[in-house]
Structures are given as C-alpha cells and as structure tokens.
C-alpha cells in the first residue's frame, strides 16, 4: 500500500487465480501519481500469510473470497474505491459489488470472465479429471498455454507460471473446486447490470472471453463501457501495461 493522501481516491487492485499483487507492478508508478493504490493478495497466493491459509479450511466460494476483500477495506478503514481486476479477479470484484455495492465507486475488469465457452468448459472438465492426479503446476502451464496461446502472449503465461509456484497443491485444488460454482454465478452477472460506472478492458486476441463481453457491453447500456487493445491476450496490464495504465487512469479522472 502506497503512502495515504486523504484527498485522492482509492484503487484497489484484484489479482487472478494462480496470480499475486506482484502482477501489477507495472501499474502502480501511473496510478500512485493520482490515486491511494491499495495491492492484496488473495487468499493463499503470494503473501498472504501462513495463519491466513490455515485460518480458512472451508471450501472456497467467490462470496468468502469476496468477503476477505471486504474485511481488507474495512480494517483500513477504506469507505469506498475504484476496483480493477484481471482474469479472476473480475469475478471477485463484481462478486463484491453485489454484496457491497457502497463500497465499489467503479469496476475497472481486464481480461473479464462473463461466460465459459466450449473451450474453456473443456479446460474445467480436463482439470476436474487430473486435479488429483497430475502436479497443479503440469495442469495451470497447459491451461496458460490454452489461455495465453501465442508468441507476445508469453510474458503474461511465464508471469503466471512463476506466480502460481508459489501456490501449495491443496490450494490450487481450493480454488480449482470453484469452478463448480462459475456457470450459474457468470449468468447472474450476464444478467444483471449494477447501478456501478464499468469499464471492460480486453485483448482482441481473448478469443475465450471477449465475444461474451461484447455481448454484455451492448445489453448493459446504461453503466458499461469497452475498451479493446489491439496486439494483445487475456492478461492486458501485463502485456500492454502503457495503454492499459492511460486508457484506465483517464477512464477515472473523467468520470470521477
């Protein structure tokens, strides 16, 4: 967490799956120039601490993980912030937002999951079958790679790959299980449009997840707003970290 200026706003950043606050690093020098950044990590990734990971022993949901969130900005007594995430972490935050809608001034969601094509419907089966089976590393490189297919794509994949070593077995299969939950979660969220100004932010080389949002974008007229880069995969801050920084940062001053 950056040094608190009572007159700027806050930005709090949400990491994906496998992921950590580290993935952000590119975004925090442009947004500290004009906001109070706020960087977690999500339970048992990165360093979130060893007493966090054995304090929760119950199965995931997006509503407990979305309540550690929420148990962040209250203890440092954050009334409200803009939100951004990435990948997973899009579904968290608007997870957030259903429940605590006072506290999310805006949704900023790079590389946003709205829908689970047939591809991915696959990837979730592939990774129900050999959870057990197979090391969660052999698993999460394959579904990078799947994800994250092509040549510029690769410093995104590395970083996740890197990140996710430092996951534990038991808890990448914590947070694999919550796949069983995202079918009807993504629905609601296709569904239902917040009273909460959003921007989508994607690659237009997401092919998994960016037709669903374009989808959304057009029915959620009232609040959402879309954003494509051009040249670019799923995970945008890390593989056109210039444009995303820009495209967000005006996003905010402008609207707030």
């Known amino acids: 967490m950056s040094q608190i200026n009572p007159e700027k706003q806050w930005v709090t950043f949400v990491h994906g799956a496998g992921g950590s606050s580290s993935i952000w690093f590119k975004q925090i020098r442009a947004f500290q120039k004009h906001f109070n950044v706020l960087l977690l990590d999500l339970r048992g990734h990165g360093n979130s601490n060893q007493q966090i990971k054995t304090a929760f022993k119950q199965k995931y949901t997006f509503k407990s993980i979305a309540t550690d969130v929420i148990e962040v900005i209250n203890h440092l007594q954050i009334e409200s912030s803009h939100f951004v995430?990435?990948?997973?972490?899009?579904?968290?935050?608007?997870?957030?937002?259903?429940?605590?809608?006072?506290?999310?001034?805006?949704?900023?969601?790079?590389?946003?999951?709205?829908?689970?094509?047939?591809?991915?419907?696959?990837?979730?089966?592939?990774?129900?079958?050999?959870?057990?089976?197979?090391?969660y590393l052999i698993l999460y490189k394959f579904f990078a790679f799947v994800i994250m297919p092509k040549k510029n794509h690769k410093k995104s994949r590395l970083l996740f790959i890197n990140e996710a070593k430092k996951l534990y077995q038991k808890e990448f299969i914590k947070w694999f299980k919550l796949t069983a939950e995202i079918n009807p979660i993504l629905r609601w969220f296709r569904q239902v449009e917040l009273e909460i100004p959003t921007l989508y932010v994607m690659g237009e080389e997401d092919y998994m997840f960016l037709p669903a949002v374009r989808e959304v974008v057009k029915r959620h007229v009232k609040t959402a707003e879309l954003f494509v880069v051009e040249n670019c995969g799923h995970v945008v801050n890390v593989e056109q970290p210039m444009i995303f920084n820009e495209t967000v940062v005006n996003y905010l001053k402008e609207k707030f």
């Open 85 to 135: 995430g990435i990948s997973l972490g899009s579904i968290i935050i608007r997870q957030l937002a259903e429940m605590h809608p006072e506290k999310v001034k805006s949704m900023i969601l790079g590389g946003a999951i709205l829908k689970m094509n047939f591809r991915s419907q696959i990837l979730m089966r592939l990774g129900n079958l050999f959870k057990y089976v197979l090391p």
